[in-house]
């Protein structure tokens, strides 16, 4: 199943749990929820509702290793029975007259998702890139007015502010807008300082890696480099124009690859002030997309 369907069908599972802060991982094909709000008459819910209907026996739920104390065990086959109940109540009129009913299941079902777009293409088109609206640039614009709807609850604002600062961040790596016969890098072998990678982690890390100093010494540095120019320039556009930027990078620098995938020192070297660029403007960009959504 996608990644989007899962994460949709355990957002309204936990909309009926009414469980609101928590932290979701991913364990092999398992996904974990953690949450101290997470109480006795939930747990009592989640065996009952999902392990025992799962699973068609009453006994699984006694035995059951998908729930704790504050975490909650979502496996392949929860999944896919959260997701036919789901499919069923889409289908009423009932449900889809009720306000608000699927606000967390449509948050979740966005996460994790990158851009991928057909090899050549020299922009984003959203009805032939992403025609179910969740992708990277739909995420950011879906989160945006989670944050900013004075009827959103405030448990859904916290989960759109963190999911607005890591889109943007990701939106601006240029591979997170990557081409589709290769998954954004995540498929092509390259060799890096005698290491053996995928493209996508050379652009996430690899050649960030070679900078001196730490994390916070590196930010501090590029933010002692930005131009006021600059500055006021990049306080402008929307996520669609970043994702065409992206696409833009990756035609002219990232994919002339050499024959033998050997990154060189010298494609190095011109990644390196490319990827310096990438993180200030991220930066920029974020601060002003909150100030403008918050007002």
Same mark, same amino acid.
């Given at each position: 199943?996608?990644?989007?369907?899962?994460?949709?069908? @355990?957002?309204?599972?936990?909309?009926?749990?009414?469980?609101?802060?928590?932290?979701?991982?991913?364990?092999?094909?398992?996904? $974990?929820?953690?949450?101290?709000?997470?109480?006795?008459?939930?747990?009592?819910?989640?065996?009952?509702?999902?392990?025992?209907?799962?699973?068609?026996?009453?006994?699984?739920?006694?035995?059951?290793?998908?729930?704790?104390?504050?975490?909650?065990?979502?496996?392949?086959?929860?999944?896919?029975?959260?997701?036919?109940?789901?499919?069923?109540?889409?289908?009423?009129?009932?449900?889809?007259? $009720?306000?608000?009913?699927?606000?967390?299941?449509?948050?979740?079902?966005?996460?994790?998702?990158?851009?991928?777009?057909?090899?050549?293409?020299?922009?984003?088109?959203?009805?032939?890139?992403?025609?179910?609206?969740?992708?990277?640039?739909?995420?950011?614009?879906?989160?945006?007015?989670?944050?900013?709807?004075?009827?959103?609850?405030?448990?859904?604002?916290?989960?759109?502010?963190?999911?607005?600062?890591?889109? $943007?961040?990701?939106?601006?790596?240029?591979?997170?807008?990557?081409?589709?016969?290769?998954?954004?890098?995540?498929?092509?072998?390259?060799?890096?300082?005698?290491?053996?990678?995928?493209?996508?982690? $050379?652009?996430?890390?690899?050649?960030?890696?070679?900078?001196?100093?730490?994390?916070?010494?590196?930010?501090?540095?590029?933010?002692?480099? @930005?131009?006021?120019?600059?500055?006021?320039?990049?306080?402008?556009?929307?996520?669609?124009?970043?994702?065409?930027?992206?696409?833009?990078?990756?035609?002219?620098?990232?994919?002339?690859?050499?024959?033998?995938?050997? @990154?060189?020192?010298?494609?190095?070297?011109?990644?390196?002030? @490319?990827?310096?660029?990438?993180?200030?403007?991220?930066?920029?960009?974020?601060?002003?997309?909150?100030?403008?959504?918050?007002?």
């Amino acid at each position: 199943m996608l990644q989007s369907k899962s994460l949709r069908a @355990i957002g309204q599972s936990l909309e009926i749990l009414r469980v609101e802060a928590f932290e979701l991982e991913k364990e092999d094909y398992s996904y $974990v929820v953690r949450s101290k709000s997470l109480s006795p008459t939930s747990q009592w819910i989640f065996r009952n509702s999902v392990v025992e209907r799962v699973w068609d026996s009453p006994g699984a739920a006694q035995n059951s290793t998908q729930v704790g104390n504050d975490w909650l065990r979502y496996d392949s086959t929860d999944i896919s029975w959260l997701d036919a109940q789901g499919r069923k109540s889409r289908r009423s009129a009932s449900f889809a007259q $009720v306000r608000g009913v699927s606000r967390l299941s449509q948050l979740l079902r966005t996460l994790g998702e990158h851009l991928d777009v057909a090899r050549g293409s020299s922009f984003y088109d959203r009805d032939l890139d992403c025609p179910e609206h969740n992708c990277i640039v739909e995420g950011i614009n879906w989160y945006l007015k989670v944050l900013s709807s004075n009827d959103s609850p405030l448990a859904e604002k916290e989960v759109a502010l963190n999911w607005i600062a890591h889109l $943007v961040g990701d939106i601006h790596q240029p591979l997170h807008v990557g081409f589709k016969d290769d998954l954004g890098g995540t498929t092509t072998k390259v060799s890096f300082r005698g290491k053996e990678q995928t493209l996508h982690e $050379v652009w996430d890390t690899g050649i960030l890696e070679t900078e001196n100093g730490s994390a916070k010494q590196i930010a501090k540095r590029l933010d002692g480099q @930005i131009r006021d120019v600059d500055r006021k320039a990049w306080q402008s556009g929307t996520p669609k124009d970043w994702a065409n930027e992206s696409i833009a990078i990756n035609t002219r620098y990232v994919y002339p690859l050499p024959e033998n995938h050997e @990154i060189s020192e010298e494609y190095a070297k011109r990644a390196l002030p @490319i990827l310096r660029k990438r993180l200030v403007q991220a930066g920029v960009w974020l601060a002003w997309l909150l100030n403008e959504g918050l007002k």
